[in-house]
């Protein structure tokens, strides 16, 4: 039962690992979620394209890949990063690029606590439910 961080073809992100794991575990919490197995891998935009379109069948890229292996309450599960878009995002909406990897870290366990952003109205729950996640670190 343990957060991993792992890259692949990326260098790892300047991240303080027992803090963003126990905030997970935090903000899971707040959801009366347990943490099992999550996996975070870093990667390229190439990489999570392959992704993307492998398991997917999405020919895009993207920032965040959530793979859902939840059981009951317990969540856990595999999330791949790419670092160049989160770069590119962070540039995109003005914010410092730690702010937006930890916005995309939160997002996938946002995910696996049962946050959708695809229908009518849920972008909007799952940017107010971000932005309550990253009140609760010091960034």
């Given amino acids: ?4 961080y792992q890259t692949d073809g990326v260098k790892m992100p300047p991240i303080e690992r027992r803090k963003i794991s126990s905030w997970i575990r935090q903000v899971a919490h707040t959801y009366h979620k347990k943490t099992s197995d ?3 891998i870093f990667c390229s935009d190439e990489r999570i394209l392959e992704v993307n379109r492998q398991y997917l069948q999405h020919d ?4 965040i890949i959530t793979f859902d292996y939840d059981e009951g309450d317990t969540i856990s599960g ?3 990063i790419s670092l160049d878009t989160v770069r590119s995002n962070a540039e995109l909406y ?6 937006e990897l930890h916005r995309v870290i939160i997002h996938g366990i946002l995910h696996l606590c049962g946050i959708d952003d695809k229908g009518p109205g849920e972008r909007e729950a799952m940017e107010e439910a971000e932005n309550n996640a990253l009140a609760l670190i010091n960034l």
């Fill in 78 to 80: 595999d999330i791949f």
């Fill in 38 to 40: 999550i996996a975070y």
């Fill in 94 to 99: 003005h914010q410092s690029y730690k702010r």
């Fill in 60 to 63: 895009y890229y993207t920032d």
């Fill in 1 to 4: 039962m343990a957060i991993s």
